[in-house]
């Protein structure tokens, strides 16, 4: 009954989510953190040879997809799932 | 252990795929002898892979042709070791299923798959390259629902088009220069026929937009089936551009297209099969660009990410495979906090996840950092970024939203019931999940079997500030997740695709025949109904006449048994477009057979 192990330990895992948030928040500051004395060795764009460049790169790029997908491309393309009647 | 034969894979997918259809149904619903039956032909193809030694195996001779079926060197040789690896995973995890058409239809595909990868000459190619276009369509059909139907036969008919764009430039190549000789064409030296075939090829390739037709079919295929898909198609096309288009700038550019266009729309997609297809998409144009960029590293690149994306993405397939079959959808908006009700499916889901989105210590991260460190170092700093951009639309999407609301929570859960998952299916993603960590942590494993030499240094993924990197970068994507996850909650919609001008096509063209078709019958039918008919009766009269004192006690025999073969055919016309296709692949196959025993 692994399984049911498993399962129980992931209920209790997300009751608990306000930890794993507070767990995420302080891995990303380490990251940050070390970033500042291991920077990129060979920087190719220019501007990563700055510590944190890619956290602000996937942040931003992040930030920027999901609300031009979903806010300002989706409206237009959206049609209703059997539009093709199949 | 050396040999000096090979053993082509193909032909132990067709020899099963043969034995199938007369095997006494008793025995075959007997599951531990089918499970292991299904595993001999991988089996063989495994054996066969890690024992041949490079060499031209196999030629030939028809209609004075040479046509070479073993080609074996660096490049097919690794593409063949994955096309066996994820088959034998894929028999594993397809055990259960009792319907033999499923056998049949992936055993074909991957017996095309295979026929390409070691194929010597174009001919040969287009020869396997159909077989891997019927047997796949079949497999959609598989799935035996009404939408998988219409998604059947329009995968066809676009893969018909594609191979005759093939088929036009192998032939056009063939008159110019006497040869269908499959080797790499110089874009300098580029002719029309060349063009022709790279067209075929990207149909395959998914390039947009030549792409669609892949998120319409691959999210209605079977579940089991689903596996092959996703490997065979696209990763063949992959094997055939490196072989033959190395160092096309168009490739380049296409390629990048492909990862930031597949990554857009999975960003919006609900279903979470389709948000899986569209990431082939993406994913295909890492390789695709990595062809494109043509050094070592970057062809390299695409090898690496080819062999480790059949196996992630085959895991993630079968991941969401788990769900459709326990659940009967998989579309996001009718799932939710299943992570507690099935708890391994998530895990190795997770796994594949992971690996697709580069994370360190699975298998994406050694391969998708060497394609975009490769086009960095090559000064393609645009290209790079743009697929760094894809890299971190690739972790939002498959990487957290598809298992954050079909596993954990953000709105309601599901609380329907849930089928039992066999166990032969836990086994499938066990093994496929072990091999994306074995390679992430040990490169090494990979990297070996990467056909084109580097000069100076090797490329090095586990390196401090290329973990760090990558860590900031998908941390920070999830962050990005994390403040827009009210935004980015799926909606039950459909996203037009480039296929709505395919299909505007397809109405355009059946308008333009029709149109004229139903003004000549009208006319025709007026004319028929004035003059035809009443000659007709006058001649009708006469012939009764004659057919009652004379034919009538000679033919009759003759009727009966008229009447029996018109049954027999009648039977097998079942006006199922499917069944006629099927008859003619298995005559196909057949003369194909004969030529070979007799050629």
């Given at each position: 009954?692994?399984?049911?192990?498993?399962?129980?330990?992931?209920?209790?895992?997300?009751?608990?989510?306000?930890?794993w948030?507070?767990?995420?928040?302080?891995?990303?500051?380490?990251?940050?953190?070390?970033?500042i004395p291991?920077?990129?060795?060979?920087?190719?764009?220019?501007?990563?040879?700055?510590?944190?460049?890619?956290a602000?790169?996937?942040?931003?790029?992040?930030?920027?997809?999901?609300?031009?997908?979903?806010?300002?491309?989706?409206?237009?393309i959206?049609?209703?799932?059997d539009?093709?009647?199949? | 252990?050396?040999?000096?034969?090979?053993?082509h894979?193909?032909?132990?997918?067709?020899?099963?795929a043969?034995?199938?259809?007369?095997i006494?149904?008793?025995?075959?619903?007997?599951?531990?002898f089918?499970?292991?039956?299904?595993?001999?032909?991988?089996l063989?193809?495994?054996?066969?892979?890690?024992?041949?030694?490079?060499g031209t195996?196999?030629?030939i001779q028809?209609?004075d042709?040479?046509?070479?079926f073993?080609?074996?060197?660096?490049?097919?040789?690794?593409?063949?070791?994955v096309?066996?690896?994820?088959?034998?995973?894929?028999?594993i995890?397809?055990?259960?299923?009792?319907?033999?058409?499923?056998?049949?239809?992936?055993?074909?595909?991957?017996?095309?798959?295979f026929?390409c990868?070691?194929?010597?000459?174009?001919?040969?190619?287009f020869?396997?390259?159909?077989?891997?276009?019927?047997?796949?369509?079949?497999?959609?059909?598989?799935a035996r629902?009404?939408?998988?139907?219409?998604?059947?036969?329009?995968y066809?008919?676009?893969?018909?088009?594609g191979?005759?764009?093939?088929?036009?430039?192998?032939?056009?190549?063939?008159?110019?220069?006497?040869?269908?000789?499959?080797?790499?064409v110089?874009?300098?030296?580029?002719?029309?026929?060349?063009?022709?075939?790279l067209?075929?090829?990207?149909?395959n390739?998914?390039?947009?937009?030549?792409?669609?037709?892949?998120?319409?079919?691959?999210?209605?295929?079977?579940v089991a089936?689903?596996?092959y898909?996703?490997?065979?198609?696209?990763?063949?096309?992959?094997?055939?551009?490196a072989?033959?288009?190395?160092?096309?700038?168009?490739?380049?550019?296409?390629?990048?297209?492909?990862?930031?266009?597949?990554v857009?729309y999975?960003c919006?997609e609900?279903?979470?099969?389709?948000?899986?297809?569209?990431?082939?998409?993406s994913?295909?144009?890492?390789m695709?660009a990595?062809?494109?960029?043509g050094?070592?590293?970057?062809l390299?690149?695409?090898?690496?990410?080819?062999?480790?994306?059949?196996?992630?993405?085959g895991?993630?397939?079968?991941?969401?495979?788990?769900?459709?079959?326990?659940?009967?959808?998989?579309?996001?908006?009718?799932?939710?906090g299943?992570?507690?009700?099935?708890?391994?499916?998530m895990?190795?889901?997770?796994?594949?996840?992971?690996?697709i989105?580069?994370?360190?210590?699975?298998?994406?991260?050694?391969?998708?950092?060497?394609?975009?460190?490769?086009?960095?170092?090559?000064h393609?700093?645009?290209?790079?970024?743009?697929?760094?951009?894809?890299?971190?639309?690739?972790?939002?999407?498959?990487?957290i939203k598809?298992p954050?609301?079909?596993?954990?929570?953000?709105k309601?859960?599901y609380?329907?019931?849930?089928?039992?998952?066999?166990?032969n299916?836990?086994?499938?993603?066990?093994?496929?999940?072990?091999?994306c960590?074995a390679?992430?942590?040990?490169?090494?494993?990979?990297?070996?079997?990467?056909?084109?030499?580097?000069?100076?240094?090797q490329?090095?993924p586990?390196?401090i500030?290329?973990?760090?990197?990558?860590?900031?970068?998908l941390?920070?994507?999830?962050?990005?997740?994390?403040l827009t996850?009210?935004?980015?909650?799926?909606?039950?919609?459909l996203?037009?695709?480039?296929?709505?001008?395919y299909?505007?096509?397809?109405?355009?063209?059946?308008?333009a025949?029709?149109w004229?078709?139903?003004k000549?019958?009208?006319?025709?039918?007026?004319?028929?109904?004035?003059?035809?008919?009443?000659?007709?009766?006058?001649?009708?009269?006469?012939?009764?006449?004659?057919?009652?004192?004379?034919?009538?006690?000679?033919?009759?025999g003759?009727?009966?048994?008229?009447?029996?073969?018109g049954?027999?055919?009648?039977?097998?016309?079942?006006?199922?477009?499917?069944?006629?296709?099927?008859?003619a692949?298995?005559?196909?196959?057949?003369?194909f057979?004969?030529?070979w025993?007799?050629?």
């Amino acid at each position: 009954m692994s399984q049911n192990g498993l399962g129980d330990l992931l209920a209790k895992w997300r009751d608990n989510w306000k930890t794993w948030r507070i767990i995420f928040f302080v891995v990303l500051g380490v990251l940050v953190l070390l970033n500042i004395p291991f920077v990129t060795h060979h920087p190719h764009f220019g501007l990563d040879k700055y510590p944190g460049f890619f956290a602000a790169f996937g942040l931003i790029v992040g930030l920027v997809m999901v609300i031009l997908m979903k806010k300002i491309i989706q409206p237009f393309i959206a049609r209703e799932e059997d539009y093709y009647g199949d | 252990m050396e040999t000096s034969v090979f053993y082509h894979p193909s032909m132990a997918f067709l020899a099963f795929a043969l034995v199938v259809p007369f095997i006494p149904t008793q025995l075959w619903l007997n599951k531990a002898f089918r499970g292991a039956l299904a595993l001999v032909a991988p089996l063989v193809a495994l054996y066969s892979i890690f024992t041949v030694e490079p060499g031209t195996y196999g030629a030939i001779q028809y209609l004075d042709q040479s046509l070479i079926f073993g080609r074996v060197d660096g490049l097919s040789i690794v593409f063949g070791q994955v096309f066996a690896i994820i088959a034998t995973i894929g028999a594993i995890y397809g055990m259960h299923v009792e319907d033999r058409g499923h056998f049949v239809c992936g055993s074909l595909y991957v017996a095309g798959g295979f026929g390409c990868v070691f194929a010597g000459d174009l001919l040969t190619v287009f020869l396997f390259w159909e077989l891997m276009s019927i047997g796949s369509t079949f497999l959609i059909w598989q799935a035996r629902t009404k939408e998988s139907v219409g998604a059947g036969f329009r995968y066809f008919l676009y893969h018909t088009v594609g191979g005759l764009f093939l088929l036009g430039g192998l032939l056009l190549k063939y008159k110019a220069t006497g040869s269908f000789a499959f080797e790499g064409v110089n874009p300098a030296d580029a002719q029309l026929y060349d063009w022709l075939i790279l067209t075929g090829f990207c149909v395959n390739a998914a390039v947009v937009p030549l792409h669609a037709w892949l998120p319409d079919a691959y999210p209605r295929a079977s579940v089991a089936g689903a596996v092959y898909m996703c490997a065979f198609t696209t990763k063949t096309a992959v094997y055939v551009l490196a072989r033959g288009f190395a160092g096309w700038e168009v490739l380049a550019i296409a390629g990048t297209i492909m990862a930031v266009f597949g990554v857009l729309y999975a960003c919006i997609e609900n279903n979470s099969r389709r948000i899986l297809s569209y990431h082939i998409v993406s994913q295909v144009g890492y390789m695709v660009a990595g062809i494109g960029i043509g050094t070592a590293m970057t062809l390299n690149g695409a090898v690496a990410h080819a062999y480790a994306h059949i196996l992630y993405k085959g895991l993630l397939f079968m991941g969401t495979g788990c769900i459709l079959y326990a659940v009967g959808t998989a579309k996001l908006d009718k799932l939710g906090g299943l992570a507690t009700k099935l708890p391994w499916v998530m895990v190795w889901y997770m796994v594949a996840a992971l690996s697709i989105s580069g994370m360190p210590l699975f298998n994406g991260f050694i391969s998708k950092t060497m394609t975009i460190a490769g086009a960095a170092e090559h000064h393609r700093t645009i290209l790079a970024l743009c697929l760094e951009i894809a890299a971190v639309g690739t972790f939002i999407s498959v990487g957290i939203k598809l298992p954050y609301f079909a596993f954990w929570g953000g709105k309601k859960e599901y609380k329907g019931e849930i089928k039992p998952i066999p166990v032969n299916m836990y086994v499938g993603m066990a093994i496929c999940g072990l091999l994306c960590i074995a390679q992430g942590v040990y490169p090494h494993l990979l990297y070996q079997y990467l056909p084109f030499p580097v000069e100076g240094h090797q490329f090095e993924p586990w390196t401090i500030d290329k973990v760090l990197n990558s860590g900031l970068l998908l941390g920070f994507s999830g962050l990005a997740f994390y403040l827009t996850r009210e935004i980015i909650t799926p909606h039950a919609k459909l996203n037009l695709d480039f296929d709505w001008f395919y299909r505007l096509i397809g109405k355009v063209t059946m308008g333009a025949i029709c149109w004229p078709v139903s003004k000549v019958d009208d006319v025709w039918t007026e004319v028929y109904r004035t003059v035809g008919l009443r000659s007709l009766i006058g001649m009708g009269d006469g012939t009764s006449w004659f057919d009652k004192k004379g034919i009538d006690t000679v033919v009759d025999g003759s009727a009966y048994t008229v009447r029996n073969i018109g049954r027999l055919g009648a039977k097998a016309q079942t006006a199922n477009l499917q069944d006629y296709l099927a008859w003619a692949a298995v005559l196909g196959l057949g003369i194909f057979a004969l030529v070979w025993y007799f050629g």
